[in-house]
């Protein structure tokens, strides 16, 4: 199985920036499907954007045109940068690693998540 590290949360104002990572270890990350998701207190786990291993980016509509996938396979490495981050994204943020194996079974690996703060 693939263990996954996210780091690069913290505390910024509305308007700002912040690059997470998500590292890797334990299987090839080439060949998975690696995506972010993010829980707020007391909801669900919401998706926020996904990238294949052949690089087709997806965004929640709520992201889109502020957050940026991107994946690095020669550093085992998936990142997510957000830019304009207003209170609605604040979260805890987790990486997620998807394989779907022999006979159709989808397999999920999730990191232990790293936590966004957007405030004044």
């Known amino acids: 199985q693939v263990q996954l590290v996210e780091s690069g949360g913290g505390l910024v104002q509305p308007g700002g920036s912040l690059r997470l990572s998500c590292a890797a270890s334990?299987?090839?990350?080439?060949?998975?499907?690696m995506g972010w998701f993010r829980q707020a207190p007391g909801n669900r786990r919401e998706f926020v954007s996904s990238?294949?291993?052949?690089?087709?980016?997806n965004y929640a509509d709520s992201v889109k045109g502020r957050f940026t996938i991107s994946r690095d396979n020669a550093k085992n490495t998936v990142d997510l940068q957000m830019n304009s981050l207003g209170p609605e994204d604040t979260a805890v943020y987790y990486c997620?690693?998807?394989?779907?194996?022999?006979?159709?079974?989808?397999?999920?690996?999730w990191g232990q998540g790293t936590q966004v703060t957007v405030s004044s």
């Open positions: 997620n690693a998807k394989r779907v194996a022999p006979a159709g079974v989808t397999i999920n690996y």
């Open positions: 334990g299987s090839l990350l080439s060949r998975y499907d």
């Open positions: 990238i294949a291993s052949g690089g087709t980016a």
